[in-house]
């Protein structure tokens, strides 16, 4: 069950799961729930490719095997992102060159 209300920030439109423990199809990875730094924080400008598009159709890339979800990004894009906030399991991004 993805969450749709009351998720801090609000803007993201539900990719953090509710409760339970992660990893859903993939099984987690590195960073679920293990308190691993992650490989970006807010602000930083990192070079990416979109891997996928999500159900929500924002564009999914990987820095270090950690998901960066990028608004208005289609399969294949190359460029440049900047950080914009940063969760257990997953960042969001936005297109700056």
Request: charged fraction near 30%; proline fraction near 3%.
């Amino acid at each position: 069950m993805y969450q749709d209300e009351g998720m801090e920030g609000g803007s993201r439109g539900g990719y953090e799961r509710r409760g339970g423990r992660g990893g859903g199809r993939g099984g987690g990875g590195m960073y679920a729930n293990s308190g691993a730094p992650k490989p970006v924080k807010p602000g930083d400008e990192v070079e990416v490719e979109v891997e996928a598009v999500a159900s929500k159709g924002d564009g999914i890339a990987k820095k270090d095997g950690f998901v960066i979800f990028i608004k208005g990004a289609a399969q294949g894009w190359k460029g440049k992102v900047r950080i914009v906030e940063v969760k257990e399991r997953f960042a969001t991004g936005e297109i700056i060159a």
